[in-house]
């Protein structure tokens, strides 16, 4: 299995974080907390 890095940041227009595997084409997640959008991948 491949290890990806992950963005993670705080988008103000969305008002939540939203984080992102560049790797892979359309795949994010969103949540209230960081980790929350970490735990929805």
Do not use: V, W
């Amino acid at each position: 299995m491949k290890d990806y890095h992950i963005n993670l940041f705080y988008s103000e227009e969305d008002e939540g974080y939203i984080a992102d595997i560049p790797d892979l084409r359309h795949c994010s997640a969103f949540g209230s907390t960081p980790e929350e959008a970490l735990m929805r991948f």
